[in-house]
């Protein structure tokens, strides 16, 4: 009896192709996992079709919900934006489809764990790094690193062994989507000079087809998490799902970035994310009301490192699981609304209330409710600057400093 593999299938040209090509060069028995994350793909047609092409197993999972609830809403709480840009939805999808591979791996007796992930790219390492991590005695087996054909000739492997494919030598985008965004990549978009064409969006309107009319929303958090969207309360989920739909239709949620991989080379992206730079964007408003001075300013320190790890496959690691934590304790106070307007590809936040704010009229104020202590401010700026005073007299002695 031949050994099992567990493969990464997605339905796409690369997965259904290593069905066939596992078999012929390494002799397994391939078991096709499909994990959904929302991405809006036919599970059932592509899980039927893993099996019509040699797949002695096939599954398909649902994840969205568990998505949403354990990685989504982490991300949420860590503000996690790569490079001041990128929301990571592919990143953050990748070590639940792990999870899930590993985990039928070991309930099918497998061996190894195949993914379709090319030699360049980030999610061989996030792939890789993750099985490793979980199962360090699974063997891991990445087609596309060892065959080497080009998208053409992997038409013609197909063609030639009667593989079923859905896709054809004129499709020229990579497209990678779930709930919590869309990655673009491929074709034209590979010189930065290129405008990327309209017909590439899947989640947003164009700016000239929006509606002319702004939009307006309100977001409900508790301990830092969206729990209702206008009044309504909503699983984490379904305001993702509902946000999407009200920010791309409104044209707000694309970006088109240079991203420095994490193999070295930088690489031009396009990316859709209206749910996710929304709530990430009301999310840092309540943040900014509701948090202490200083424990603000260092968690937009580790917020950054907690993106980087996320996208160098690190989730997995107990620095990570540590900042998850640092998060947490910082989320119980972040409770409120705050309220958007989106109008013509822009998103602005408009309103903000919190149980919990810091921010007092009577301290901010200019007019007759004003409580603060002005006579305080002399003895305070005499104190402040009192080490660079010192430090002047001392080795200036009068020189001027400009």
Request: proline share 3%; net charge negative.
């Amino acid at each position: 009896m031949a050994e099992k593999i567990v493969l990464a299938y997605s339905g796409g040209l690369d997965t259904s192709v290593a069905i066939t090509w596992l078999k012929e060069n390494h002799g397994f028995d391939v078991v096709a996992v499909a994990v959904s994350l929302g991405g809006g793909e036919d599970m059932a047609e592509a899980i039927e079709r893993a099996r019509r092409n040699g797949a002695v197993e096939a599954y398909g999972i649902d994840a969205a919900s568990e998505f949403a609830d354990e990685y989504l809403a982490r991300a949420i709480k860590a503000n996690a934006v790569y490079e001041d840009k990128y929301p990571l939805a592919t990143a953050l999808g990748r070590p639940l489809i792990v999870k899930h591979l590993v985990e039928q791996a070991l309930a099918s007796n497998a061996v190894a764990v195949a993914h379709g992930c090319t030699g360049k790219g980030n999610d061989q390492v996030r792939f890789d790094v993750g099985i490793k991590t979980l199962a360090p005695d699974l063997r891991i087996v990445a087609p596309i690193r060892e065959w080497k054909m080009s998208r053409e000739e992997e038409i013609d492997y197909a063609a030639a062994r009667k593989i079923e494919i859905k896709v054809d030598k004129a499709k020229v985008y990579s497209i990678d989507a779930n709930i919590w965004g869309c990655a673009i990549e491929g074709g034209n978009l590979e010189d930065p000079w290129n405008e990327p064409d309209e017909d590439i969006y899947l989640m947003t309107a164009s700016v000239a087809d929006a509606p002319t009319e702004p939009c307006y929303a309100e977001i409900s958090f508790e301990n830092g998490l969206p729990v209702a969207l206008d009044g309504r309360a909503l699983s984490l989920k379904d305001i993702i799902v509902d946000l999407n739909e009200i920010a791309g239709r409104n044209g707000v949620g694309r970006l088109d970035m240079i991203e420095n991989r994490l193999v070295g080379i930088k690489s031009r992206e396009v990316y859709e994310a209206p749910a996710a730079l929304t709530i990430i964007t009301a999310h840092r408003a309540l943040e900014d009301l509701t948090l202490e001075r200083e424990a603000a300013r260092y968690k937009r320190l580790a917020e950054q490192k907690y993106a980087e790890l996320v996208y160098n496959g690190q989730w997995f690691s107990p620095l990570r699981t540590a900042l998850d934590e640092l998060f947490d304790s910082l989320q119980t106070k972040v409770n409120g609304d705050i309220r958007l307007r989106f109008h013509k590809g822009t998103l602005a936040v408009v309103g903000r209330r919190s149980p919990d704010s810091l921010y007092q009229y009577g301290l901010a104020t200019y007019d007759k409710a004003d409580t603060f202590d002005h006579d305080a401010a002399a003895g305070f700026i005499e104190l402040w600057g009192l080490p660079l005073t010192e430090w002047a007299k001392k080795h200036k002695r009068g020189e001027r400093m400009i």
